[in-house]
T-cell receptor
Framework: GAVVSQHPSRVICKSGTSVKIECRSLDFQATTMFWYRQFPKQSLMLMATSNEGSKATYEQGVEKDKFLINHASLTLSTLTVTSAHPEDSSFYICSARDRLAGGLLYEQYFGPGTRLTVT | KQEVTQIPAALSVPEGENLVLNCSFT??????LQWFRQDPGKGLTSLLL?????REQTSGRLNASLDKSSGRSTLYIAASQPGDSATYLCAVRRGSGTYKYIFGTGTRLKVLA
């Protein structure tokens, strides 16, 4: 089946630094990827929609200058948390939509997540 | 604004019991609804997807139903096993023109051996 990977799986960074998280579709092409964040014992909240070759679309309340998204190829999207603060500590999950998804049972495939801790 | 709620928030049952997880959504104009499983510290595994025109979907011991008009879906797990212990999330897709999902609050299930 379709696989989405994320790297790193865990990262600890100091306050004020930037950290990049990668999301890759391993065996399919994804024109659209989604980034979610999940606080402990809470549900997933959509942060932004990443479109290959164009600017990301951010959800209301999400700072686009803080959470930089780049979708440079059909298999890779990156989320960079700039000037990270402890309140950015969270679980970040990406999902990817198969470009040829029409008619398939599952529309999106989710990555395993990245645990970010800002000290 | 679409809101998705799941009840109960947590559930603990003995092994072998049949159980029902509930999901409700405020806007019935959905395109589809999907149930996911999330193990602690892990990503999501899709379990079942129900299109808005469907009433239910089945996969093994899992059965999901959808009543769009009342804004409800249920996930039925038959003969529960300790391996079923996880958080179960439902999510609704807003419409055919978008692939965004709104996630529910989740139900943390623990099946006791």
């Amino acid at each position: 089946g379709a696989v989405v990977s994320q790297h790193p799986s865990r990262v600890i960074c100091k306050s004020g630094t930037s950290v990049k998280i990668e999301c890759r579709s391993l065996d399919f092409q994804a024109t659209t990827m989604f980034w979610y964040r999940q606080f402990p014992k809470q549900s997933l909240m959509l942060m932004a929609t990443s479109n290959e070759g164009s600017k990301a679309t951010y959800e209301q309340g999400v700072e686009k200058d803080k959470f930089l998204i780049n979708h440079a190829s059909l298999t890779l999207s990156t989320l960079t948390v700039t000037s990270a603060h402890p309140e950015d500590s969270s679980f970040y999950i990406c999902s990817a939509r198969d470009r040829l998804a029409g008619g398939l049972l599952y529309e999106q495939y989710f990555g395993p997540g990245t645990r970010l801790t800002v000290t | 604004k679409q809101e998705v709620t799941q009840i109960p928030a947590a559930l603990s049952v003995p092994e072998g019991e049949n159980l029902v997880l509930n999901c409700s959504f405020t806007d019935s104009a959905i395109y589809n609804l999907q149930w996911f499983r999330q193990d602690p510290g892990k990503g999501l595994t899709s379990l079942l997807l129900i299109q808005s025109s469907q009433r239910e979907q089945t996969s093994g011991r899992l059965n999901a139903s959808l009543d769009k008009s009342s804004g409800r879906s249920t996930l039925y797990i038959a003969a529960s096993q300790p391996g079923d212990s996880a958080t179960y999330l439902c999510a609704v897709r807003r419409g055919s023109g978008t692939y965004k999902y709104i996630f529910g609050t989740g139900t943390r299930l623990k099946v006791l051996a």
